[in-house]
Nanobody, 120 residues
Framework: QVRLVESGGGLVQAGGSLRLSCAASGVALAINTMGWYRQAPGKQRELVASISSGGNRNYLDSVKGRFTISRDNAKGTVSLQMNSLKPEDTAVYYC??????????????WGQGTLVTVSS
């Protein structure tokens, strides 16, 4: 089983930047699409950005041009560079990976989350 650990959250002023990182540990046949979700208080969890194993990227409309997702397949890491942060970006950010375990069907794996707070 793969486990995900996020890091890089914190408190920044509007217009600032943060870089979130997620490291996968464990064994699996494959790590497929990876992504970052976020959940603000009182709101549903939403997909912020995703990246396939081949490098295809998708972004939430509100973060396009500001956030960049990247991954290192060899290291099993995925990062989210967040620039021009806005107060509405404040949320707990969760790393997610779709994995193919050894001898099992695909599974979604989640990290514990890291808090991003953007002050105005």
């Amino acid at each position: 089983q793969v486990r995900l650990v996020e890091s890089g959250g914190g408190l920044v002023q509007a217009g600032g930047s943060l870089r979130l990182s997620c490291a996968a540990s464990g064994v699996a046949l494959a790590i497929n699409t990876m992504g970052w979700y976020r959940q603000a208080p009182g709101k549903q969890r939403e997909l912020v950005a995703s990246i396939s194993s081949g490098g295809n990227r998708n972004y939430l409309d509100s973060v396009k041009g500001r956030f960049t997702i990247s991954r290192d397949n060899a290291k099993g890491t995925v990062s989210l560079q967040m620039n021009s942060l806005k107060p509405e970006d404040t949320a707990v950010y969760y790393c997610n990976a779709d994995i193919t375990p050894l001898g099992a069907s695909n599974l979604d794996v989640w990290g514990q989350g890291t808090l991003v707070t953007v002050s105005s």
